[in-house]
T-cell receptor, first 115, second 113 residues
Framework: AQSVTQLDSQVPVFEEAPVELRCNYS??????LFWYVQYPNQGLQLLLK??????LVKGINGFEAEFNKSQTSFHLRKPSVHISDTAEYFC?????????????FGPGTRLSVLP | NAGVTQTPKFQVLKTGQSMTLQCAQD?????MSWYRQDPGMGLRLIHY???????DQGEVPNGYNVSRSTTEDFPLRLLSAAPSQTSVYFC????FGLGNTIYFGEGSWLTVV
């Protein structure tokens, strides 16, 4: 069974500093990789996804992620964070079946941006 | 655009009671699913459906029941609520296709006392 690891449960960072949220997955088969963000008391919103092609993926709100197949990683980065980026971030893996897809989520990383 | 709509948003149940969480989507998505979110565990798949009349179990199906009579609706039933089912529940949907985005509802907060 697939598993997704997010090593950091909480990441505090000062405003305008860079941040990296780490994600590793276990599957050895072809997978599709996603990052979702959850703002307080809301549902999950897609930040970005990797399906194929360039290993550097750009998403919304200035976030980007890099797929590294050899290290089975998909770390999320932002060069300069804002207070509004405070949220919980989830990495997810899908095996990408044609008829619907089930996701395996990591436990989440709570990003706190400090003034 | 309503997207994925869940009701109720908040609910308190007594142990042993039953209830249904409603989920509706207006995007004509074939695929729908229910997840539960617990602190430190991310989201875990309860049940999913790839079309009307077709449902299957996910990672944590015990204590829950689903049906899919229409493309739009995918209710989740708690048969006899237990404190371990205190959680936040999310309904999600997507269209078929490799790597398609999955869209989430805003969640239903359930407390079982």
């Amino acid at each position: 069974a697939q598993s997704v690891t997010q090593l950091d449960s909480q990441v505090p960072v000062f405003e305008e500093a860079p941040v990296e949220l780490r994600c590793n997955y276990s599957s050895s088969v072809s997978v599709y990789l996603f990052w979702y963000v959850q703002y307080p008391n809301q549902g999950l919103q897609l930040l970005l996804k990797y399906l194929s092609g360039s290993t550097l993926v750009k998403g919304i709100n200035g976030f980007e992620a890099e797929f590294n197949k050899s290290q089975t990683s998909f770390h999320l980065r932002k060069p300069s964070v804002h207070i509004s980026d405070t949220a919980e971030y989830f990495c997810a893996v899908s095996e990408g079946r044609l008829r619907g897809q089930n996701f395996v989520f990591g436990p989440g990383t709570r990003l706190s941006v400090l003034p | 655009n309503a997207g994925v709509t869940q009701t109720p948003k908040f609910q308190v149940l007594k142990t042993g009671q039953s209830m249904t969480l409603q989920c509706a989507q207006d995007m004509n998505h074939e695929y729908m699913s229910w997840y539960r979110q617990d602190p430190g565990m991310g989201l875990r798949l309860i049940h999913y459906s790839v079309g009307a009349g077709i449902t299957d179990q996910g990672e944590v199906p015990n204590g829950y029941n689903v049906s899919r009579s229409t493309t739009e609706d995918f209710p989740l039933r708690l048969l006899s609520a237990a404190p371990s089912q205190t959680s936040v529940y999310f309904c999600a949907s997507s269209s078929f296709g490799l790597g398609n985005t999955i869209y989430f509802g805003e969640g239903s907060w359930l407390t079982v006392v």
